[in-house]
T-cell receptor
Framework: GAVVSQHPSWVICKSGTSVKIECRSLDFQATTMFWYRQFPKQSLMLMATSNEGSKATYEQGVEKDKFLINHASLTLSTLTVTSAHPEDSSFYIC??????????????FGPGTRLTVL | AQSVAQPEDQVNVAEGNPLTVKCTYSVSGNPYLFWYVQYPNRGLQFLLKYITGDNLVKGSYGFEAEFNKSQTSFHLKKPSALVSDSALYFCAVREGGANNLFFGTGTRLTVIP
């Protein structure tokens, strides 16, 4: 149980285009999803927290107009990188927490999406 | 404010030997502590967590970690390392009542055959 998927697993796009990454909780309902970015040989940096049906909360320094997050249902959140540039190339990882959240619950992580912007 | 320190970027250990990956933390309230493992181009896999109770926590794949409140540490251990344990390990902390995890910088474990 508690499986989180991401699609696509990797994507290559041209500079200036937009890319959408999907994060799905397959066997549970997630009221909260988190989006992380990981640079090579570095830790995960939280980009934003999304709650189903409401606007995402972005971390300081993350451009909300560039990284659009939508959490329209209890099983799906999307991250859209708009007008992508080479510096946006990174590994993007989402995680989800169950609807019936208790303090003991850990986050369940997706497998990640490798974005390369040419 | 919360923070996590993993003082070693790289740990090398011979197969069959015990391994330790260090983690110290700083939180203002009660800590919820986690260890995750990441294989190349993959997301994070949960290993174990400490919420409350026994200080020694046992997790997946034979790993365990000991919560030490006085030293604010949560070191990851395994009695006998396998080559397949080679991966990137992340320690993470969440304050009680907080929403998100804060990760350390990761430690790359290499088990030498």
């Amino acid at each position: 149980g508690a499986v989180v998927s991401q699609h696509p697993s990797w994507v290559i796009c041209k500079s200036g285009t937009s890319v959408k990454i999907e994060c799905r909780s397959l066997d549970f309902q997630a009221t909260t999803m988190f989006w992380y970015r990981q640079f090579p040989k570095q830790s995960l940096m939280l980009m934003a927290t999304s709650n189903e049906g409401s606007k995402a909360t972005y971390e300081q320094g993350v451009e909300k107009d560039k990284f659009l997050i939508n959490h329209a249902s209890l099983t799906l959140s999307t991250l859209t990188v708009t007008s992508a540039h080479p510096e946006d190339s990174s590994f993007y990882i989402c995680s989800a927490r169950e609807r019936h959240f208790s303090l003991n619950n850990e986050q369940f992580f997706g497998p990640g999406t490798r974005l390369t912007v040419l | 404010a919360q923070s996590v320190a993993q003082p070693e970027d790289q740990v090398n250990v011979a197969e069959g030997n015990p391994l330790t990956v260090k983690c110290t933390y700083s939180v203002s309230g009660n800590p919820y502590l986690f260890w995750y493992v990441q294989y190349p181009n993959r997301g994070l896999q949960f290993l174990l967590k400490y919420i409350t109770g026994d200080n020694l926590v046992k997790g997946s794949y034979g790993f365990e970690a000991e919560f030490n409140k006085s030293q604010t540490s949560f070191h990851l251990k395994k009695p006998s390392a396998l080559v397949s344990d080679s991966a990137l390990y992340f320690c993470a902390v969440r304050e009680g009542g907080a929403n998100n995890l804060f990760f350390g910088t990761g430690t790359r474990l290499t088990v030498i055959p």
